[in-house]
């Protein structure tokens, strides 16, 4: 992809006791768009404070452009923050806000100018210059805090979940809005989100972390379809996740039936956990399916139906775009393609630290 | 609650307030213009008002507004650091520190100033102290000094509440912005943190400066009788000279410089953001 652009090496950080990273160890590439993922309380959050400088790690080094930056204040890193509520200045006009960093960096008055102009342009919002941040909506004031930040050709913009205070619609279109603006800045995001669609959205790279640890990273069609934890395989998007056996390699016994998959290398008769996405399975009539089930609920999502299917005791989420009613008889099968296989965790700690395989 | 957003019920509830208002606040009021621009024979006159410039009124007048100046000042440079000390507090630790500052309040101002006058009399108890310690004494009762540590004593929680009240309501990451941006300490705290607290910093002003310039209980127990404000010389016609006409003028001077303070902060506080 690139050059390292931002290393991380053995960051920890603990709050009152409280371990919230440990030993974590991530490097950021040039221009790529990069996801920390995960749930509330994760340490997302922390390790965006630690790079943009605003909470110093306990154990560990900070990296950027081959520079140690690990105890430089925010006001000497080369790169700038979106904050969550926007963090405008109300008491300063929207021109004003964007002039704030070109002003403390004493640009020349046309200089400064030209770059509002530009700024503003870039985030469609040309003519807001002298509005007051206050009059205008989350959207636009979101836009206008990244303006602010994009003015002082940082290398690496982060940015703590920009989107959380909008809603769906604006949501959805500001996260085509942001990938367009990477596209055109060609500079490095950082974007911290507990929203798995967003990054699944926008990303070059995801990085999902659960209780300070990084679960896993890559690509987002890698996160989605190869899951290498249960953990990850539930936060990102619904799944079945089923304890099943391993018979041999590109065999698992599911539920009691035997599927074919892909998957090598997990050794004989051994247990394993399978993910398999809701719109992965498939249908059938009962004398063509694998395995047999009952359909016990049934909602419609607009694109498709979500159907709960009971199979020997255990329920299965069901994405389909055809509708099976209550109480159908069903019969189940997964392409090999579909079923994904991952060693089972020998304990809760495990689970947590297996993250590079 | 219902009750309580109802067209019809609304007024019932509040006629209470408006009796008590009306009865306390408005006819008093409307006495004391009435008073204040009339003769003892009840005829119009601006000649009440206009005492105001002779020397010995006028002298108290500036005395006091230099005084009230002073110790809003002090107050101002003693509640700022604290309110931003307070403010980067947790808020466990911090509703302890504010309760420090307010429990003075809760004794009765009168006693408070009394006690001053004990502790800094020629033989009292700060100087009982320094006598003992073999140190100079100290005599500040009865001067401008004494009266000016009374009204910062007495009126610096209302100072610091409400800057502490504005420096807390600033989002921490409107900080940290300004820092991304790359302004250093100073220049953050210059451009971002005194703009947004100034509304704080205005009714703060307000809140001691208007009791500072119109008090005559704690100039006449820390200042004697030889220093006068223009608090003092009202007192005294109302209670000394019985001359209410004269009493009445002198006040509605008083108020006009309220209403200016007044109208100062209602100006600025609309500028300055929320």
């Known amino acids: 992809m690139g050059k390292d652009l931002i290393t991380l090496e053995h ?10 990273l440990d030993d974590l160890n991530l490097s950021i590439y040039e221009n790529s768009f990069v996801t920390l993922l995960g749930p509330s309380g994760c340490g997302k959050t922390t390790t965006l404070r630690i790079i943009g400088g605003f909470e110093t790690p306990d154990k560990g080094r900070v990296i950027f452009d081959g520079k140690d930056i690990t105890n430089l204040s925010p006001n000497k890193r080369q790169l700038n923050t979106v904050f969550q509520k926007y963090a405008l200045f109300t008491h300063m006009t929207v021109a004003e806000n964007i002039a704030f960093g070109l002003k403390i960096k004493n640009k020349s008055d046309s200089y400064i100018k030209d770059k509002i102009k530009y700024a503003l342009k870039l985030v469609n919002l040309e003519g807001y210059e002298n509005r007051s941040p206050e009059s205008l909506s989350g959207g636009q004031q979101q836009r206008i805090a990244i303006a602010r930040a994009i003015v002082n050709e940082p290398k690496v913009l982060l940015l703590d979940e920009p989107l959380g205070a909008l809603d769906l619609k604006m949501r959805q279109d500001m996260q085509y809005e942001l990938k367009r603006l990477k596209e055109e800045l060609g500079i490095t995001f950082i974007y911290v989100t507990h929203d798995q669609e967003e990054a699944l959205t926008m990303s070059d790279h995801i990085v999902v972390m659960n209780q300070g640890y990084i679960q896993q990273e890559g690509s987002p069609e890698k996160i989605y379809n190869e899951p290498e934890n249960a953990f990850v395989a539930d936060f990102i998007g619904d799944s079945n996740i089923i304890r099943s056996t391993m018979i041999r390699d590109e065999l698992v016994e599911i539920l009691g039936a035997k599927f074919a998959c892909v998957d090598k290398g ?75 296989i991952m060693n089972v965790p020998e304990s809760e700690d495990e689970e947590a630290i297996s993250e590079t395989i | 609650m219902k009750l309580f957003k109802n067209k019809n019920t609304a007024p019932l509830l509040s006629s209470p307030y408006m009796a008590w208002a009306l009865i306390f606040i408005l006819v008093p009021l409307g006495m004391v213009i009435y008073y204040g621009f009339t003769t003892e024979d009840g005829f119009f006159t601006f000649e009440n008002i206009a005492t105001i410039a002779k020397p010995g009124y006028m002298k108290a007048l500036i005395r006091s507004i230099r005084l009230a100046l002073i110790s809003t000042l002090v107050c101002l440079l003693l509640a700022y650091p604290l309110g931003m000390i307070l403010s980067s507090m947790k808020l466990t630790r911090n509703t302890y520190i504010v309760t420090l500052f307010i429990l003075p309040m809760w004794m009765n101002f009168l006693l408070r100033t009394l006690t001053w006058m004990t502790l800094l009399e020629g033989k009292g108890v700060i100087n009982t102290v320094l006598e003992s310690l073999h140190l100079p004494t100290i005599n500040i009762i009865n001067t401008p000094a004494a009266i000016v540590l009374g009204m910062v004593y007495n009126f610096l929680p209302f100072m610091i509440l409400p800057i502490y009240n504005s420096l807390s309501k600033i989002d921490e990451n409107v900080i940290n912005a300004a820092r991304d941006l790359g302004a250093d300490s100073l220049q953050t705290f210059l451009k971002i943190t005194f703009p947004l607290s100034l509304p704080g910093v205005l009714s703060g002003i307000t809140m001691v400066f208007i009791p500072a310039l119109t008090t005559f209980a704690i100039s006449s127990m820390l200042g004697g009788s030889k220093i006068l404000l223009i608090g003092n010389i009202i007192e005294q016609e109302f209670t000394q000279l019985y001359d209410w006409h004269l009493g009445s003028g002198l006040s509605i001077v008083l108020m006009i410089f309220i209403f200016i303070n007044m109208i100062i902060e209602a100006l600025s506080g609309n500028q300055g953001g929320k």
Do not use: A, C, W
């Not at chain 1, 960051?11 to 919230?20: A, C, N, R, T, V």
């Open chain 1, 11 to 20: 960051i920890s950080k603990s709050y009152d006791g409280q371990l919230i």
């Open chain 1, 266 to 340: 997990f050794g004989e008769n051994k247990p394993v956990d399978v993910v398999i996405r809701p719109e992965d399975i498939e249908l059938v009539s009962p004398e063509n399916g694998t395995l047999k089930g009952v359909v016990t609920d049934l909602t419609f999502k607009g694109v498709h139906y979500e159907m709960d299917v009971e199979v020997g005791g255990r329920e299965l989420l069901v994405h389909s775009t055809k509708l099976s009613p209550v109480g159908t008889h069903v019969g189940i099968n997964v392409d090999p393609y579909n079923i994904q």
